[in-house]
């Protein structure tokens, strides 16, 4: 089961790259990834490639944070460093969201939320 938990931690992170994949050409209106269309960044006169170039910092960071939470979480790194860690990957995946927000990632905020709920207010450490 800790395995399983590493592996969805490894893969929440690595879905965070999905910002920096090009629209396809039949998302329409639809395509939640698209950095140059975030509203936050739009409205602040950010230009699309260093909005780009924001998501893509944030999206290495993420998925970094999340790999090495998850070799926490089976072990491999101290479990100890649980808790800074999990709270740094869910804190940064939690701004890149919500600078390059869109209503389908909602999902991922409350996986985010999940995971400071758990390790950072309840103090949980696998066994």
């Known amino acids: 089961m800790t395995l399983l938990f590493g592996l969805f931690l490894v893969a929440h992170g690595l879905v965070h790259g ?5 629209r ?3 998302a329409g209106a639809s395509w939640p990834f698209d950095p140059s269309e975030s509203s936050l960044l739009i409205r602040l006169g950010v230009e699309p490639s260093f909005a780009q170039a924001i998501a893509a ?18 072990g491999i790194l101290p479990a100890d460093w649980l808790r800074p860690i999990a709270i740094a990957s869910a804190s940064v995946s939690l701004i890149l969201l919500g600078i390059f927000f869109h209503p ?19 103090g949980w450490i696998p066994g």
């Open 57 to 74: 910092v944030l999206v290495a960071v993420t998925a970094v944070a999340f790999f090495l939470t998850a070799l926490t979480v089976i």
């Open 18 to 22: 999905l910002f920096m994949v090009p």
């Open 104 to 122: 389908w990632l909602v999902i991922g905020i409350a996986i985010d939320v999940a995971i400071l709920w758990a390790v950072g207010l309840n």
């Open 24 to 26: 396809p050409p039949d």
